[in-house]
């Protein structure tokens, strides 16, 4: 075998193999997770035909799902259980054509999804997860830290109902910020220093990219700008690849002020002369804070070109209910 490892080109050959094989259990997996989703489906279809034959009425407290659960564990075995049955009732009633199913989304998706209630909360759900290629985990936390409130709040109707049936379009600037920002990951249960967040940041940066959103890549942190003699520094860099343009963010642990935000259209000014290139748009800042005075911030932004934004940072997941009564409210014409 030793000898082997040492002959031209044997380590290519592995991986090659390797390559091979790897592409064909994806497309093994692919393909039984098409198979899978559509028989629970048909099997969702076959109880509701059988409960408006039999004039059942269906509810999760009757026998049937029951019945059926331990009749076919007892002779197909495990993934019978009975809320594993009553979700594949639920797949047919909320996806009664199976053309509407995605090959792209597991049976594991589907269960998150069929938890939601509201179809507009769940169409948006399922438009991140097809188009933003969430895993289970990831639609797990977007789900628990109420993203489609949290985009939906300050909307229209109609702006809702438009985030609903899309998902989150990103088109311009305002649509790549939120507010709040949710950093429940950090695990931390009040605020440390700034550079320690940033730290903080940089060792989760997998789930920050997942909050900040679709387009966002990773560039630099404590990116420096030298004016004259002295040196400041951007705390953290990305770029967004759908806006084509560099985001600057800079964190704070208390409340935003006038110079902190003269200090953020400065950085935006020095990228615009130095940074961008003929193929990038203009960057955009985003002022990351703890608390913000609403009429400091208006006053601080009032006549910038630039595009500065401030947001606030919230360490624990946000009120969902609350959230939820406010799209609601707007639903019903609350708010035009």
């Known amino acids: ?50 409960e408006q034959k039999n ?44 053309q509407t199913l995605s090959d792209q989304l597991s049976w594991s998706h589907y269960i998150e999804l069929l938890m939601i209630e509201k179809d507009l909360e769940r169409s948006f759900y399922e438009k991140g997860c097809i188009k933003e290629h969430w895993s289970v ?36 600037a305002e649509d790549a910020i939120k507010d709040p920002y949710i950093l429940e990951f950090l695990g931390l249960e009040e605020t440390i220093s700034e550079k320690d967040l940033e730290q903080r940041l940089i060792h989760n940066l ?3 990219l997942l909050e900040l959103g679709k387009g966002f890549t990773f560039v630099a942190r404590q990116f420096r700008i030298t004016l004259g003699n002295k040196h400041y520094y951007v705390d953290l860099v990305f770029y967004h690849r759908i806006l084509r343009c560099f985001v ?24 615009k002369k130095e940074e961008m290139n003929s193929a990038d748009n203009e960057p955009i800042g985003l002022i990351l804070a703890k608390e913000k005075e609403k009429v400091v911030v208006e006053y601080a932004l009032g006549g910038l070109s630039n595009k500065l934004f401030v947001s606030k940072y919230k360490l624990y997941l946000p009120d969902k209910k609350e959230l939820e009564q406010q799209v609601q409210k707007v639903l019903k014409g609350g708010k035009e």
């Open 1 to 50: 075998m030793v000898e082997l490892m040492n002959l031209s080109g044997y380590k290519e050959l592995i991986d090659s193999v390797g390559l091979l094989l790897e592409k064909a259990r994806k497309s093994v997996y692919f393909q039984v997770n098409i198979v899978l989703v559509k028989t629970y489906w048909d099997i969702g279809k076959i109880m509701v035909n059988y």
């Open 248 to 271: 600057l963010i800079d964190l704070k642990i208390n409340s935003v002020t006038h110079a902190d935000v003269g200090q953020m259209n400065m950085y935006l000014n020095y990228f």
């Open 137 to 172: 985990r990831e639609l797990k936390r977007q789900k628990s830290s109420a993203l489609f409130e949290r985009l939906a709040f300050g909307k229209n109707k109609q702006e809702v109902l438009t985030l609903s049936k899309n998902g989150h379009l990103i088109e311009k």
């Open 206 to 208: 997998q789930h920050f």
């Open 55 to 98: 004039a059942e009425k269906g509810g999760y407290g009757t026998k049937v799902f029951e019945n059926l659960a331990v009749g076919l564990r007892e002779k197909y075995g495990k993934g019978f259980s009975r809320s594993n049955v009553i979700y594949m009732r639920l797949l047919y009633l909320k996806y009664p054509k199976s």
